[in-house]
């Protein structure tokens, strides 16, 4: 089944880490939808959401990966579906204006006062600079005010993916 990344998830090594069997397709638009960073998670921080907008000028960039239905009820366990985030369906543009029809993870609980932790942000930008995202994206993405985690465990843990040698987690 194909899978629409647009947050954290769309670094590999962030995703091979919770699904090794994910395999990389493309990346592709969501048309309609908003990155905002105000899902509320379950460590006080913001995490992404697509949230719908029904502009079509307005666009989500991410990643498509391959998942199997076991791989996709373990990122439905980590992503917290039903505590926080629900999945559709939704029709995406590649970067070829070919249209493919992909699941993706959407926010029901939203909070605008809160911000993204220093090592979500990072998965993010990782993913967005992995998979060269327009520049203007990855701008926006820049942008994005995060905070230090009050956690630095929780922080070592998240980051440590980074440390291991590319060939641990490779993709395609």
């Known amino acids: 089944m194909l899978?629409?990344?647009y947050g954290s998830n769309m670094s590999s090594r962030r995703l091979l880490s919770r699904v090794p069997a994910a395999e990389y397709i493309t990346t592709a638009a969501l048309h309609g939808h908003e990155l905002?960073?105000?899902?509320?998670s379950r460590d006080g921080s913001?995490?992404?959401?697509?949230?719908?907008?029904?502009?079509?000028n307005q666009v989500?960039?991410?990643v498509v990966y391959e998942i199997s239905k076991a791989d996709r009820a373990v990122l439905d366990r980590i992503e917290g579906l039903g505590k926080g985030y629900e999945v559709k369906g939704v029709e995406l543009t590649t970067p070829h204006e070919r249209t493919m029809a992909a699941y993706t993870y959407?926010?029901?609980?939203i909070d605008k006062t809160l911000q993204p932790f220093?090592?979500?942000?990072?998965?993010?930008?990782?993913?967005?600079?992995?998979?060269?995202?327009?520049?203007?994206?990855?701008?926006?993405?820049?942008?994005?005010?995060?905070?230090?985690?009050?956690?630095?465990?929780?922080?070592?843990?998240?980051?440590?993916?980074y440390e291991q040698p590319e060939?641990?987690?490779?993709?395609g």
Request: proline letters at 5%; aromatic letters at 12%; one cysteine or more.
């Open 60 to 62: 989500v960039i991410g």
């Open 106 to 109: 959407y926010a029901t609980s």
């Open 118 to 161: 220093h090592w979500y942000k990072h998965h993010v930008m990782a993913g967005a600079l992995e998979y060269k995202l327009p520049p203007a994206y990855i701008g926006r993405l820049r942008r994005v005010a995060s905070r230090v985690d009050p956690d630095p465990q929780r922080h070592a843990l998240e980051m440590a993916i």
């Open 36 to 40: 905002i960073f105000h899902k509320r």
């Open 167 to 171: 060939s641990c987690l490779s993709h």
């Open 46 to 56: 913001a995490k992404c959401d697509a949230f719908e907008t029904k502009n079509d």
């Open 3 to 5: 899978y629409f990344s």
